[in-house]
């Protein structure tokens, strides 16, 4: 009975991180996808389509891992450069006229 529950707390574990882990990741990597050097209608498109890319290979990522622990590190491991870039195009925007 408690592996079982071992079981289902990591299964759940992944679905979370599965939802709301790529759900985070794609919205990191739309945004992100304006400090790219491109004209902001293109860099929207294009973070826009990156977003669905980002987050299909987020859940895949989360389900294919070996434990729920490396899902969890892996999402972070990528969270921290898009939030990095992410951040610089929101420091930017709040300095421009």
Request: aromatic letters at 10%; charged letters at 5%; zero cysteines.
């Amino acid at each position: 009975m408690r592996q079982r529950a071992a079981w289902l707390g990591a299964l759940a574990s992944r679905i979370v991180a599965a939802l709301f882990g790529g759900y985070g990741l794609a919205a990191l990597a739309s945004v992100a996808a304006l400090a790219l050097p491109l004209d902001r209608p293109q860099a929207v498109l294009t973070g826009m389509q990156a977003s669905f890319l980002v987050y299909a290979v987020a859940v895949i990522w989360v389900f294919a891992a070996r434990s729920a622990w490396r899902a969890w590190s892996g999402l972070l491991v990528v969270a921290v450069p898009l939030a990095l870039a992410a951040w610089s195009v929101q420091s930017l925007a709040a300095t421009a006229p």
